[in-house]
């Protein structure tokens, strides 16, 4: 295999677990941007002279709208929610791509949140009226879009989810469920209205996809306030509320990615694996007139395997890069790169692949070191190359991806090329090149010169005869004995009687 087969085998390899990496990385990095978009929108009320009793108010829709998008980036959902800011008669505060809409009120206590959720049009005019406004209430419908006077009774953000603080729902739905026992006695017009804000109401924005903000109580809204109005809103102090990657970023997340990343790394693969076999069927083609079949079959022998391959590595590397970005493997890894795990993959996968053929006889430990020493020295070569035009062209993966595929046939070019001269000059590259003067006797045979085998000499060896004494046995003599037994009392029976000679 030449320099340049052998370098674009590496760098298909190596291509597909980068790629894996990267996306991987940009995924970690959506979610980081969501993160420190919230920090700006905080940071953006840095001297304002609203006090803190209504700061508190504007700093939760930032807060509840960015967190909403956080973690729909986590969970890869293309829901998002906006802060209008409009000043307009029953505007919403958060606006959304998936056709709700959101108002926010907080308020000291529950009751006073549940009030101001489902006050009427017309108590708005009330208030309007001991505000100085002359209108006529006609006038003051029909400025603000109303045609009747059926719409009094109605609260003023009818269709809007309403959030209050989170240690608030629970006392502000018994109020509202109070009020509506209570006024479907007194005056039953006004259930309606009481109803549909206790049906409405919230502590967080949620869409149809489980994607939903994080809840915020009056005193952290009054904390965050506090810190925005000195513009020290920090990712160190979004953290103390749960705002980071290592929580919002869950395990199910990363698995979830890293099987989009291993598709894509299994397409890369494809891609790359099919192009020289396409290659070869086309000249075949031009150079015979006619189809090879086995031409094609092999093509989609090659796909298949190739892509499965890929998908492994890529799902490996994908996990490995989330991981590491998000802080679950330690904060030190934070700034590892899909570079650096794109090479660490390679490599594992090589070592695990040649340690087992090692590990059953079809690889000498020496092939395996001298097979790992080649792919580091190419590897080095392919990352360097790849930095290098990265620098220069400021596309981001393509020009990292050019220059390592550059750098893949370098590296096995001039892997080749120092074995050639190493053999020629004698250089052990500082002992990683054995230099043995001795040709294995299976190439002699193969060139056709015959081989003197020494005669080995083997002594043989000298056992000695065994004997076995002889064992002499003595005979042995049972002495006869007078039995004696005792019948009854009074009488003695004596079995045998013997005389002495």
């Not at 056709?99 to 708005?124: D, H, M, P, V």
Request: aromatic share 10%; charged share 25%.
């Amino acid at each position: 295999m030449d320099g340049f087969d052998e370098g674009y085998m590496f760098f298909t390899q190596w291509a597909r677990v980068y790629v894996a990496g990267c996306q991987g990385e940009k995924y970690v990095n959506d979610v980081n941007l969501e993160i420190k978009k919230l920090v700006e929108h905080l940071n953006a009320f840095e001297n304002y002279l609203t006090d803190i009793k209504q700061l508190k108010g504007d700093i939760a829709e930032f807060w509840h709208s960015d967190t909403f998008n956080i973690n729909a980036v986590a969970k890869g959902s293309i829901n998002r929610t906006f802060v209008d800011r409009s000043h307009d008669f029953a505007s919403a505060d958060i606006i959304s791509n998936f056709g709700e809409k959101f108002g926010l009120k907080y308020y000291k206590n529950a009751t006073q949140s549940a009030i101001q959720q489902s006050k009427s049009i017309f108590e708005r005019y009330i208030e309007y009226q001991k505000k100085g406004g002359e209108d006529t209430l006609e006038k003051f419908l029909s400025d603000r879009g109303f045609t009747d006077n059926y719409v009094l009774n109605d609260p003023i953000y009818m269709g809007q989810v309403r959030i209050i603080p989170k240690e608030q729902l629970e006392k502000a739905c018994e109020w509202l469920k109070r009020k509506i026992v209570t006024e479907s006695m007194k005056r039953p017009e006004q259930v309606a209205r009481y109803q549909e804000t206790l049906n409405m109401l919230s502590d967080r924005i949620r869409d149809n996809n489980g994607t939903e903000s994080v809840v915020l109580s009056n005193k952290d809204a009054t904390k965050l306030a506090i810190l925005a109005k000195k513009g020290n809103i920090t990712i160190e102090e979004l953290a103390k509320l749960d705002i980071s990657t290592e929580e919002i970023i869950k395990f199910e997340y990363i698995a979830k990615q890293a099987f989009k990343a291993g598709i894509s790394a299994a397409m890369i693969s494809l891609i790359l694996k099919i192009a020289p076999e396409v290659y070869r069927a086309i000249d075949y083609l031009i150079k015979n007139g006619k189809l090879n079949k086995e031409e094609f079959q092999q093509i989609g022998f090659v796909a298949l395997q190739g892509g499965t391959e890929g998908f492994v590595r890529g799902v490996i590397s994908a996990t490995i890069i989330t991981s590491c970005k998000t802080g679950l493997l330690g904060e030190s890894l934070k700034n590892i790169t899909s570079e650096v795990v794109g090479m660490t993959v390679v490599l594992m996968m090589h070592t695990m692949e040649k340690a087992f053929k090692v590990a059953t006889g079809k690889m000498t430990r020496k092939e395996l070191v001298d097979q790992l020493v080649k792919e580091l020295y190419i590897l080095t070569f392919s990352y360097s190359f790849g930095v290098i035009t990265q620098s220069i062209i400021e596309v981001p993966v393509f020009g990292f991806m050019l220059g390592s595929f550059i750098g893949s046939v370098a590296g096995a070019f001039t892997h080749n090329v120092m074995i050639g001269f190493c053999v020629e000059t004698g250089f052990t590259m500082f002992g990683l090149i054995e230099q043995n003067y001795v040709i294995p006797k299976d190439i002699l045979e193969e060139i056709g010169i015959e081989t003197l085998d020494y005669e080995i000499l083997e002594a043989k060896n000298v056992e000695s005869d065994k004997f076995e004494l002889d064992k002499f046995f003595t005979d042995s003599i049972e002495v006869e004995m007078i039995n004696i037994k005792f019948l009854r009392r009074g009488i003695v029976e004596v079995t045998k009687v013997g005389y002495i000679y």
